[in-house]
């Protein structure tokens, strides 16, 4: 029989406190060993109710598992990352968008034997981008969508004064490639960010973001040319209470991911 992996979460929030249930409910093979939050007290209430609560360690600790999934604002991104890194371990990102301007992280992993897994996320058709771009591939581009709210306090609005809380009509705020928007809006398109890695990179993948007041939901277009297909695919993801930037197929997204690293009968590249 398949050993048993542990899993560690870093941030119980919209996707890490999904995750955590959804694991402490019960997925073969994958027991939730270890979380890590801000505010400690709030995780300890969080897990109060699960069957088998996890400890809660600190970032770095969650090392100490077999995967590592972090869940946290981009701005923790480097600590976790390091830490289940260099501890060679499965490290399962949601702030991809941080990954970006680290890829010095892929080449350590090959040192310490980790493994970085991106999960599809809030995004979908990346087994057929990957399969694409193992031959020629003309361009990728995706356009992201969603309610205005959903795009708030992103630092490149800032910093070009854009107010989403006073557009009326569907205005695009953002073009230009996907390294650039990741790190203008790292809370709102880390979908780009995976797509550009299961693709053609960050600096030839092309990245529309539009405040939308007429959509409701988190809405996803990829377009892809290339020598073998042409697809077009779009999602709409309702967004989350908890938090209305993050899609609720995010943290679902990553129990299917993490599913896949013990499952016997495995579906999609
Ligand atoms: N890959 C994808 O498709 C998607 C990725 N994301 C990204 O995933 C990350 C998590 O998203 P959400 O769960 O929606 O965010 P959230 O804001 O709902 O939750 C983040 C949690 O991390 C906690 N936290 C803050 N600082 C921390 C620290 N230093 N160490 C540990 N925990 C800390 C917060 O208290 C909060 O509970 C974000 O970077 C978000 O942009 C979001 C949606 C889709
Ligand atoms: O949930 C979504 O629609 C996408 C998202 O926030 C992200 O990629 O960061």
Redesign the pocket.
Known sequence: MAKELTVGI????????HLARQLDAGVQGLRLAAV????LK?AQANIAGFKTPPMVVS?AELAACDIVV???????FE??ATAAIEAGKIFV??????LLPRMHLVERAKQTGARIIV?????LGLDAVRAAAEGAVESVTIETRKPPRGLEGAPYLKQHAIDVGAITTATRVFKGNAFDAAQGF???V??AA?LALAGIGPERTMVEIWADPGVTRNTHTIRVEAAAARLTMTIENVP?E??P???KI?PL?IVACLRGLTSTLKVGS
């Open positions: 870093a941030g119980l929030g919209a996707i890490g406190l890590s939050a801000r505010d709030k970032n972090e869940a946290a604002p981009a701005a923790a600590e976790i990102p949601s702030s991809v968008g941080a999960p599809t996320g809030a995004l790292p809370a709102n880390n979908v995976a989350s908890e938090n930037r993050t899609g995010t997204s």
